[in-house]
């Protein structure tokens, strides 16, 4: 069974900091790389940043030098560090799989919602 729990939004004033966390199942965590995605007011879905199994970072240019993404493999946990917010880094974050081959899994946990005011 899939699940996906997001926690840590909130609102804060554009240049501060927050750390998002996701508790996944253990069977999603340890088989499969996973990603920070996220969707703006009225936007489209999109991958923020991915991290694989072993720990290895990407990230959308729009977030690069900005975010920091990582994984705890013993608590089944993967964190996004957010520096520097800015107003368009308003939306509501996901976590999920992140699979070229596959995709995202179909079920989405709540998301937790980050508002950046300016």
């Known amino acids: 069974q899939v699940q996906l729990v997001e926690s840590g939004g909130g609102l804060v004033q554009a240049g501060g900091s927050l750390r998002l966390s996701c508790v996944a199942s253990?069977?999603?965590?340890?088989?499969?790389?996973m990603g920070w995605y996220r969707q703006p007011p009225g936007g489209q879905r999109e991958l923020v940043a991915a991290?694989?199994?072993?720990?290895?970072?990407n990230y959308a240019d729009s977030v690069k030098g900005r975010f920091t993404i990582s994984r705890d493999n013993a608590k089944n946990t993967v964190y996004l560090q957010m520096n520097s917010l800015k107003p368009e880094d308003t939306a509501v974050y996901y976590c999920?799989?992140?699979?070229?081959?596959?995709?995202?899994?179909?079920?989405w946990g709540q998301g937790t919602q980050v508002t950046v005011s300016s």
């Open positions: 253990g069977s999603i965590f340890s088989l499969n790389a």
């Open positions: 991290v694989t199994i072993d720990g290895t970072p």
């Open positions: 999920n799989r992140f699979s070229p081959k596959f995709g995202p899994y179909t079920y």
